[in-house]
């Protein structure tokens, strides 16, 4: 449940989040492109990863063409863990980034660690298939706002490395209904567009009252 309202110098306060935890292993570090794969639905696993700057999505592809983000992943966060032995899923680089690259071997010595962050990021996967299954357009973008801000450290800024269409696939949206329910969050002074990377949360309770 969220806090009643507090003065208008409140700030979003961030959760718990273990997956920004720097994991001390000897790893290599990978720069990739935006747009650039980093694994494909098929390959094997034998890596694990950690944003170190910029952002990942992971997507699949649909039978009928169409894609489904199923998460994003930001500076400090690890992704790469599925069960089986093959990704089930796609992974790009959203803009320039860079990771902090982890082998088999590494992976099976912090498997605690590990541990701790793949159930973390399994949690998470789960808030969001609430968010899909339960929310209106109006709901799924005040929430993913709402949890962009506690991951970026709670302030009244959200930055947005990804496009529009990034958060339309991940929302099961389209891409003319994010922009007209931001328009609309704008216009009611509940968000202020500060540019299209950067937005400021303008009223924090209102914009947390509509994830209820």
């Known amino acids: 449940m969220y806090a009643a309202a507090q003065p208008k110098e409140q700030s979003f306060q961030p959760a718990e989040d273990v997956a920004r935890t720097q994991i001390s292993a000897p790893h290599l570090v990978a720069t990739y492109k935006a747009g650039r794969e980093i694994y494909a639905e098929g390959d094997l696993i034998e890596k694990c990863y950690q944003v170190s700057t910029g952002a990942v999505r992971v997507y699949r592809l649909l039978s009928d063409g169409r894609r489904q983000v199923v998460s994003f992943h930001l500076p400090g966060e690890m992704f790469g863990f599925e069960a089986g032995s093959n990704h089930s899923f796609f992974a790009e680089a959203v803009t320039e980034t860079t990771l902090a690259v982890f082998g088999r071997r590494h992976m099976q010595e912090r498997s605690r660690e590990l541990l701790a962050l793949a159930l973390t990021g399994m949690a998470?996967?789960?808030q969001?298939?609430?968010?899909?299954?339960?929310?209106c357009a109006e709901e799924r973008i005040a929430a993913f706002m709402?949890?962009?801000?506690?991951?970026?450290?709670?302030?009244?800024?959200?930055?947005?490395?990804?496009?529009?269409?990034?958060?339309a696939d991940y929302?099961?949206?389209?891409?003319?209904?994010?922009?007209?329910?931001?328009?609309?969050?704008k216009e009611r002074s509940v968000i202020a567009l500060r540019d299209a990377k950067t937005i400021d949360i303008m009223k924090p309770d209102a914009l947390r009252s509509l994830c209820n």
Do not use: F, Y
């Not at 991951?151 to 947005?160: F, I």
């Not at 891409?175 to 328009?183: D, F, G, H, K, W």
């Open 124 to 126: 998470r996967a789960q």
């Open 128 to 135: 969001h298939l609430l968010v899909i299954g339960r929310q």
């Open 146 to 167: 709402v949890d962009l801000c506690e991951r970026q450290g709670g302030g009244r800024q959200v930055r947005l490395p990804m496009l529009r269409q990034d958060i």
């Open 171 to 185: 929302l099961g949206l389209t891409i003319e209904t994010v922009s007209r329910v931001m328009t609309k969050l």
